[in-house]
T-cell receptor, first 114, second 114 residues
Framework: AQSVAQPEDQVNVAEGNPLTVKCTYSVSGNPYLFWYVQYPNRGLQFLLKYITGDNLVKGSYGFEAEFNKSQTSFHLKKPSALVSDSALYFCAVRDSTGNNRLAFGKGNQVVVIP | KAGVTQTPRYLIKTRGQQVTLSCSPISGHRSVSWYQQTPGQGLQFLFEYFSETQRNKGNFPGRFSGRQFSNSRSEMNVSTLELGDSALYLC?????????????FGPGTRLTVT
C-alpha cells in the first residue's frame, strides 16, 4: 500500500525567504507524486506533479519540487515565499498500476511571516 | 471550463439519518473519486468510479456507498449517520482512470452530524 510522510506539522518562514515543505513516500513500483494546496474552507488545488522525466518539476505560482528516487522524497520548494502562500500543503502518491487512488500525507501548515 | 462542483456545500444531520452528496466533474472527465477529510485522520480515500462502475474502494464501512451516472456525475450516500462521520467530503475528477492525469478537487461538502 502506498503512503506519504510529511514530518513537520508547521513550517514558518519569513516573507521573501525560501520555502521548503518536506515529503517522503512509499509505493510499489514507479510513483506518481503530487502536491496540492488547501486554503481555509476550500477544496484542494493542484500545484504540480511528477510522473517521469526530469527530477525537478515546475508548477503553479512559482512552486517547484524535486524528485529523489534514492531518498524516496519529493520536497516542495519556492525560492521566495509570499504572505499569500500561507496555507495547508498536501503531498500525495499514487502507484502506476491503474487506479486513481491517492494516498495523502497529513499536511503541513505553512505560515509566511510578513 | 467550469471546475468540479459539489452540492450541498453544508449539511447538518442527526445521528441515524442518511445523507446524499452530489458531485459534478469537470466536463469531459470520466473518473470521479471521493475523499473524507477530518482533523484526526486527514484525507482518506473512499471510492472511485469510472464509466459508472466502482473501480476502487477504501477502508470504510458499508454504510458508505456511491454511484456514478452516465453523464459522469456521482453521488455518495451515508446511511445511519454517526457522530464520527462529521467531516469535509471532497470529490475529485480526472480525465481517465489509472493515468498520469492529475485529479481536480471540488470545494467539498461540510457534513456535521449532531
Amino acid at each position: 500500500a502506498q503512503s506519504v510522510a510529511q514530518p513537520e506539522d508547521q513550517v514558518n518562514v519569513a516573507e521573501g525567504n525560501p520555502l521548503t515543505v518536506k515529503c517522503t513516500y512509499s509505493v510499489s513500483g514507479n510513483p506518481y507524486l503530487f502536491w496540492y494546496v488547501q486554503y481555509p474552507n476550500r477544496g484542494l488545488q493542484f500545484l504540480l506533479k511528477y510522473i517521469t522525466g526530469d527530477n525537478l518539476v515546475k508548477g503553479s505560482y512559482g512552486f517547484e519540487a524535486e524528485f529523489n528516487k534514492s531518498q524516496t522524497s519529493f520536497h516542495l520548494k519556492k525560492p521566495s515565499a509570499l504572505v499569500s502562500d500561507s496555507a495547508l500543503y498536501f503531498c500525495a502518491v499514487r502507484d502506476s498500476t491503474g487506479n486513481n487512488r491517492l494516498a495523502f500525507g497529513k499536511g503541513n501548515q505553512v505560515v509566511v511571516i510578513p | 471550463k467550469a471546475g468540479v462542483t459539489q452540492t450541498p456545500r453544508y449539511l447538518i444531520k442527526t445521528r441515524g439519518q442518511q445523507v446524499t452528496l452530489s458531485c459534478s466533474p469537470i466536463s469531459g472527465h470520466r473518473s470521479v473519486s471521493w475523499y473524507q477529510q477530518t482533523p484526526g485522520q486527514g484525507l482518506q480515500f473512499l471510492f472511485e468510479y469510472f464509466s459508472e462502475t466502482q473501480r476502487n474502494k477504501g477502508n470504510f464501512p458499508g454504510r458508505f456507498s456511491g454511484r456514478q451516472f452516465s453523464n459522469s456525475r456521482s453521488e455518495m450516500n451515508v446511511s445511519t449517520l454517526e457522530l464520527g462521520d462529521s467531516a469535509l467530503y471532497l470529490c475529485a475528477s480526472s480525465f481517465l482512470q489509472g493515468s498520469s492525469y492529475e485529479q481536480y478537487f471540488g470545494p467539498g461538502t461540510r457534513l456535521t452530524v449532531t
